[in-house]
């Protein structure tokens, strides 16, 4: 753990509230893109950062020196991002655009895509969106940990609570799940188009 955070946990842990800001401005951005891409919506996502910090400096007396920080504030995250999916599935919210999952037509369009690529990336990017809808809370957090944020299978596992082999497994059938919804498109794409 670097020196400065360390520093500033400990005067948060002495009384001073102001020092905790460090940690949020350098941990932000991530427990933004790991929450963003768990819950699929912007507003959700906020609130998810939100509750992160919340319990983060709730709980903070409870952190561990020896561990690496950002990875107790990942689990954090990852937990608080799957609250409120659930608690957005309980108030049946819709399936986010496509617009909103995050890199996916980067990754799939060329430097001058033609039209017909675009608009394949697009019903590319909303068949995954709605597809990462469909996954467990912990099947798309998984997901989200392995394939967008290159996270190892022990920081996984660590970030969800799991053991290994139910991390593995989680991953496995997000995987699957996903390649079945997404294989008409990929197989003939161009039939796929309207």
Not at 125 to 151: D, K, N
Not at 171 to 193: D, G, M, T
Request: aromatic share 6%; charged share 30%; hydrophobic share 45%.
């Amino acid at each position: 753990m670097e020196p400065i955070e360390l520093a500033a946990i400990r005067r948060v842990r002495e009384g001073d509230a102001d020092a905790f800001e460090a940690l949020v401005a350098a941990h932000s951005r991530s427990v933004y893109r790991i929450c963003h891409r768990i819950v699929g919506d912007a507003a959700a996502a906020e609130d998810a950062v939100q509750e992160t910090f919340l319990r983060a400096f709730r709980f903070l007396a409870r952190f561990d020196d020896r561990a690496e920080f950002s990875t107790w504030l990942h689990r954090i995250a990852v937990n608080a991002a799957i609250d409120e999916l659930r608690k957005r599935r309980r108030h049946r919210l819709e399936v986010p655009p496509a617009a909103e999952a995050p890199g996916l037509e980067e990754v799939l369009a060329s430097a001058e895509p033609a039209p017909d690529r675009r608009a394949l990336s697009s019903e590319l990017g909303r068949a995954t969106a709605t597809a990462l809808a469909g996954l467990t809370p912990v099947e798309r957090a998984a997901f989200v940990l392995r394939h967008y944020e290159g996270r190892s299978i022990a920081e996984i596992s660590a970030a969800l609570g799991k053991r290994e082999n139910a991390t593995k497994q989680s991953i496995f059938r997000a995987v699957r799940k996903l390649r079945a919804a997404l294989a008409p498109l990929l197989e003939s794409p161009h039939e796929a188009l309207p």
